[in-house]
C-alpha cells in the first residue's frame, strides 16, 4: 500500500492550498480516508477524514469552515482544500487510510499512511 502526499509549500496568511493524497494497493473506494498534521514541537493531530463515499465527512474544530475534504474513486485520490490559511496551520500533513469506520479522528485507527507534505503559512 502507497499513499503519495503532495500539494504543500508556502502561502501568506488568508490564501488556499489543495492538497492530494493518491493510494494505491488498495480498493480505495473501500477505504475511508483521513488527513492529520504535525506542527513543530506538537503532537500529531487529526485534521479531517472522508467516509469511503466521500458524502460523509469530519472535521477538525479547528479547521472548520476553512478546509474541505472530497475524493475522487475514479482516480483513487483523496483531497484537502484548505482556505483562509493561518499561521497555526503551518504543519506537516498527513494523509492515511482505514478500511473500517469510525472513529475518524483516532489515529490508531488508520493501518496506513503516506509520507507527508509540508504546509507553511507566513504572517
Known amino acids: 500500500v502507497q499513499l503519495q502526499a503532495s500539494g504543500g509549500g508556502l502561502v501568506q496568511a488568508g490564501g488556499s492550498l489543495r492538497l492530494s493524497c493518491a493510494a494505491s494497493?488498495?480498493?480505495?473506494?473501500?477505504?475511508?480516508m483521513g488527513w492529520f498534521r504535525q506542527a513543530p514541537g506538537k503532537e500529531r493531530e487529526f485534521v479531517a477524514a472522508?467516509?469511503?463515499?466521500?458524502?460523509?465527512?469530519y472535521f477538525a474544530d479547528s479547521v472548520k469552515g476553512r478546509f474541505t475534504i472530497s475524493r475522487d474513486n475514479a482516480k483513487n485520490t483523496v483531497y484537502l482544500q484548505m482556505n483562509n490559511l493561518k499561521p497555526e496551520d503551518t504543519a506537516i500533513y498527513y494523509c492515511a487510510t482505514k478500511f473500517y469506520s469510525s472513529p475518524y479522528y483516532a489515529e490508531h485507527e488508520y493501518a496506513y499512511w503516506g509520507q507527508g507534505t509540508l504546509v507553511t503559512v507566513s504572517s
Open positions: 494497493g488498495i480498493t480505495f473506494s473501500m477505504y475511508h
Open positions: 472522508s467516509n469511503w463515499s466521500g458524502k460523509s465527512t
